[in-house]
């Protein structure tokens, strides 16, 4: 069964030629997963967020920590935990813990000046109506996550 009314005005407006929405190539120098990162959040938002060269740089350097940070939380789940027993290699230990929630926070900062987080999007009002709205759907735990192989916590 049709939808009753009027078509509404976003199913057809179509852009001017030569205005398609164009999503920008990942930056010459980054490495494979630096570049698989940058095509998967070019790709899952509107191309006009980053029609600027600044947010584009933003972008290169959210996906520069991301992939510093999975390598990191690698190496933080390789250390044998008999290992932080000895003085010497717990304070390697801590250093790389620090490091992580370093480069941790510059990845949620980041993320949130590039409006890729539902905090910058939404007013407390929107988010709550949202949520009330999505109560019945699925829960968000019970759906895989995706951003789980770039932080290395799959």
């Known amino acids: 069964m049709g939808r009753r009314g009027p078509t509404p005005g976003h199913q057809t407006i179509r852009p001017l030629p030569g205005r398609e929405e164009r999503r920008p190539p990942p930056p010459e120098g980054m490495t494979e997963a630096q570049t698989k990162l940058w095509r998967d959040v070019v790709e899952t938002e509107p191309a006009s967020l980053f029609d600027s060269a600044a947010r584009r740089h933003l972008l290169r350097l959210y996906c520069e920590h991301a992939t510093f940070r999975a390598d990191l939380q690698g190496l933080i789940d390789k250390t044998p935990v008999e290992a932080v027993a000895d003085p010497e290699k717990?304070?390697?230990?801590?250093?790389?813990?620090?490091?992580?929630?370093?480069?941790?926070?510059?990845?949620?900062?980041?993320?949130?000046?590039?409006?890729?987080?539902?905090?910058?999007?939404?007013?407390?009002?929107?988010?709550?109506?949202?949520?009330?709205?999505?109560?019945?759907?699925?829960?968000?735990?019970?759906?895989p996550d995706p951003a789980a192989e770039y932080f290395g916590d799959a």
Do not use: C, H, I, Y
């Open 90 to 143: 717990a304070s390697a230990f801590e250093a790389m813990l620090r490091l992580r929630d370093r480069e941790t926070k510059a990845l949620v900062s980041l993320a949130t000046r590039l409006r890729l987080t539902n905090q910058a999007r939404f007013t407390a009002q929107a988010a709550a109506t949202e949520a009330r709205n999505m109560a019945s759907g699925t829960k968000p735990w019970d759906d």
